[in-house]
Nanobody, 115 residues
């Protein structure tokens, strides 16, 4: 069974930084696109950033210039460096991996930014 294992969430003050990591549990699966979504309380899940196996990236407008997504294909791992965090970034962050037509999700990690 394929699992996406996330780490790196937590509590940080506004203006601080956090780095999220997400590793795919098997190297036998080739992930085309990996990304991060977030869901704030009472809100819909939204794309934060994603990256293709070739390194093409896209970002949600509110995180451009503050967040950086990267991946290590050899380790089937994706990272999200989050700088200049704001209280409105508070949410559960979910890792996503797309392999062919299959979508895989992590269990979610809480990010809380205090003002």
């Amino acid at each position: 069974q394929v699992q996406l294992v996330e780490s790196g969430g937590g509590l940080v003050q506004a203006g601080g930084s956090l780095r999220l990591s997400c590793a795919v549990s098997t190297m036998r699966l080739s992930i085309d696109s990996m990304g991060w979504y977030r869901q704030a309380l009472g809100e819909q899940r939204e794309l934060v950033a994603d990256i293709t196996s070739g390194g093409m990236t896209r970002y949600e407008d509110s995180v451009k210039g503050r967040f950086t997504i990267s991946r290590d294909n050899a380790k089937n791992t994706v990272y999200l460096q989050m700088n200049s965090l704001k209280p409105e970034d508070t949410a559960v962050y979910y890792c996503n991996g797309l392999a062919g037509s299959r979508n895989y999700w992590g269990q979610g990690t809480q990010v809380t930014v205090s003002s």
